[in-house]
């Protein structure tokens, strides 16, 4: 059987943009033929991707296939159960179908949009990225056990069905077909299923650690802090995959460098040039934390971009901006800071935090909006920064980038429906600044009870360069000219003054906001 090709329909309803040939499976950028407003059904691709009834762009899907093993087929019931089991995990990417054909499966999830796959050649993790990856790993595993299911494959495709997203090392579960129920009535079966789990993680691991397949060389290859992991797995020592997520927990903690890193930066905001109010709002602030007496630096960093018309635009990011602030200092930073800078054990939580601040500030725009009779609506990114960490948290298209060794890139996701079409292939990078439906997100503070927050972390290096920044500037300046402003300023602050200029003399349509943090 064929890969499917540009243009081909799965199931009826998925319409293939491109693929991405791998050693053992394939991925596909693919549009959802049924409309998500309307729910009009397309026999083909539309023009532009867009509705043909409503104009509202179509939904981006990413699709995994892989060969499937005679006798793992899963019933409708059970394919039901996963798909809602894969949105009540941040590791796990949402899935919308899994379809069967001959021998073939294909799990059809929500465009991530920026990610990649764990594929040769990759460059080696460090410690801090590889155990990061396997927990993340670890904990969507023991929470599928925890619901009857258990990974029933080990080998490369298994490790293909997983992705990095974002531009940071969160590694998530993209393919869930690979999935059978838990043989709960026959204990020797049991025992052999969470072995496997094991044997999965531990393959995982010395794979993050060493860009190679364990089946293809030896354990002796492990990295001699990973290596009793990878042993006592391969052994079956371990009663559960949570038993090893805890055994991560006991490796002691990287010595502190010397001269650790420090992060320095500058912040900047204007109306731009067609506007008098100005809807963007910014905050920064930096302190040192004691730790094992050693001082290690602390940076938080946020731009908030408002939405509402009249007033509410402003009101809407400095209650953002406000309540974020106010959560992280006073209710959760100072207090409860863990000493560790490292991502060890099997919680995340500066993510945790984020998500949390983000959360309390949604809840007030939607009670606030209420009360004045307006749409309070606000986008989002921030990062936190613990020693050489950084945790990036975005809702909406502000964005954050990464420059380092002379490349931008950016690491966090645009929420909004050309992002979409993108991701799908179906426009070009360049359409999204003129594009109609341009200014159109799905997702960002004030709209829903619940939003959805990005969360992922970044280690850092010395030299490394963080931008945050509003609409108002990227779709003003190109990426490269963000990068050549940044690489040519002498200062974060030089910098943040001449991309504001920048995004003014290109025309200013909308409010600009931009940090740099720089870390020396």
């Not at 491109?18 to 053992?24: G, I, N, V, Y």
């Not at 894969?86 to 796990?92: D, E, Q």
């Not at 379809?99 to 991530?112: D, Q």
Request: some cysteine; proline content about 5%.
């Amino acid at each position: 059987m064929a890969p499917l090709s540009v243009g081909q329909v799965l199931a009826r309803r998925y319409i293939i943009t491109r693929a991405r040939a791998l050693t053992h499976s394939i991925y596909y950028d693919a549009l959802d033929l049924i409309c998500p407003a309307c729910k009009t059904t397309h026999a083909t691709m539309p023009p532009g991707g867009l509705c043909r009834q409503c104009r509202v762009p179509l939904t981006t899907v990413l699709i995994h296939e892989r060969h499937t093993r005679p006798g793992s087929r899963l019933s409708d019931g059970e394919i039901k159960r996963l798909l809602l089991l894969s949105a009540g995990n941040v590791n796990i990417l949402s899935h919308r179908d899994i379809v069967r054909y001959e021998k073939r499966a294909y799990a059809v999830v929500e465009h991530p949009g920026q990610w990649g796959v764990l594929v040769r050649g990759r460059r080696q993790r460090s410690l801090d990225e590889t155990l990061a990856g396997a927990v993340q790993v670890g904990q969507a595993l023991a929470y599928l056990y925890d619901h009857g299911f258990a990974h029933s494959e080990i080998g490369g495709a298994s490790i293909e069905s997983l992705v990095v997203v974002g531009g940071g090392m969160d590694v998530k579960l993209a393919d869930l077909s690979t999935c059978i129920p838990l043989p709960s009535s026959d204990a020797q079966a049991l025992r052999a299923q969470i072995n496997r789990d094991v044997t999965f993680l531990g393959n995982l691991l010395f794979y993050l650690a060493t860009s190679k397949e364990l089946s293809r060389t030896s354990v002796e290859f492990t990295p001699p802090a990973l290596r009793p992991f990878v042993e006592r797995a391969m052994q079956a020592q371990y009663a559960s995959v949570s038993d090893m997520l805890t055994d991560f927990s006991l490796l002691p903690s990287a010595p502190i460098p010397t001269r650790p890193l420090k992060p320095s930066h500058g912040q900047a905001t204007h109306p731009g040039q067609q506007h008098t109010r100005n809807e963007d709002a910014v905050v920064t602030f930096t302190f040192d934390k004691e730790q094992d007496g050693r001082s290690v630096p602390i940076g938080f960093y946020l731009v908030a971009d408002g939405m509402g018309g009249h007033d509410a635009g402003d009101v809407a990011s400095r209650t953002v901006n406000q309540i974020v602030t106010d959560w992280i200092i006073k209710t959760k930073v100072l207090p409860n800071l863990r000493k560790a800078t490292r991502k060890l054990t099997t919680e995340n939580v500066p993510g945790e935090l984020l998500t949390q601040a983000i959360q309390q500030a949604n809840e007030t725009l939607l009670r606030r909006g209420k009360a004045k009779g307006s749409d309070l609506g606000s986008t989002v990114t921030a990062a936190l920064v613990i020693g050489d960490v950084a945790t990036i948290a975005s809702a909406g298209d502000s964005r954050t980038y990464l420059l380092r060794e002379g490349r931008l890139e950016q690491i966090t996701q645009d929420h909004s429906l050309v992002a979409r079409l993108v991701d799908a292939g179906v426009i070009g990078p360049e359409e999204m600044r003129t594009h109609p439906q341009r200014n159109q997100i799905y997702r960002c503070l004030g709209h829903k009870p619940v939003v959805e927050v990005d969360t992922f972390t970044i280690q850092l290096r010395r030299g490394d360069r963080l931008v945050l920044c509003s609409d108002g500037l990227w779709e003003m300046v190109l990426d490269p000219e963000i990068q050549r402003i940044v690489e040519r300023s002498r200062s974060p602050q030089q910098a943040c003054d001449a991309l504001v200029e920048a995004a003014n003399r290109a025309g200013g349509e909308d409010n600009i906001a931009v940090i740099v943090v720089e870390m020396e």
